[in-house]
């Protein structure tokens, strides 16, 4: 979806007019009209506002052009997972259960590991394999790389 459609639903879904989404952004009905038809798109200070107004990633208002993932425990990231930075805004590197208000939950790499395997084992995926299959997957993610 192109991002001129997704400021279009956005609208409607949340019942505003052109006019409406134009006063809250403080810019012009027109200018409203140009980003949904695809003339224009709006710079990237507006485009933060509309993500904070209509409560999305900036990632989502693009039109999701790509598959994020929780650069701490590696789980495909979902427009309800992202996690937010203490001001409320959202942080697209990282799942709301990694990182909430700026506060990482696993203080070391052993320690979500270990939590993995416990919730994420089953009889087809033994505890043993979920480990060995993290201890080689998250140290390639920019959390844990960064921390070495």
């Known amino acids: 979806m192109e991002t001129k459609d997704v400021i279009l639903q956005l609208r409607i879904q949340n019942g505003w007019t052109q006019e409406e989404l134009a006063?809250?952004?403080?810019?012009?009905?027109q200018a409203v009209s140009r980003w949904e038809t695809g003339e224009t798109t709006p710079n990237p200070e507006t485009l933060k506002q509309l993500s904070a107004l209509f409560d999305v990633s900036l990632h989502a208002l693009l039109g999701a052009p790509r598959q994020l993932i929780c650069q701490c425990c590696g789980m495909p990231l979902e427009e309800s997972s992202i996690s937010k930075e203490p001001d409320g805004t959202p942080n697209e590197a990282y799942c709301k259960w990694c990182y909430a208000d700026g506060t990482f939950t696993y203080s070391n790499l052993e320690e979500l590991i270990e939590f993995l395997a416990g919730h994420l084992s089953n009889s087809h995926w033994p505890p043993e394999q979920v480990r060995a299959y993290f201890t080689e997957l998250l140290p390639k993610l920019a959390h844990w790389r960064s921390r070495e």
């Open 23 to 29: 006063e809250k952004l403080c810019v012009t009905r």
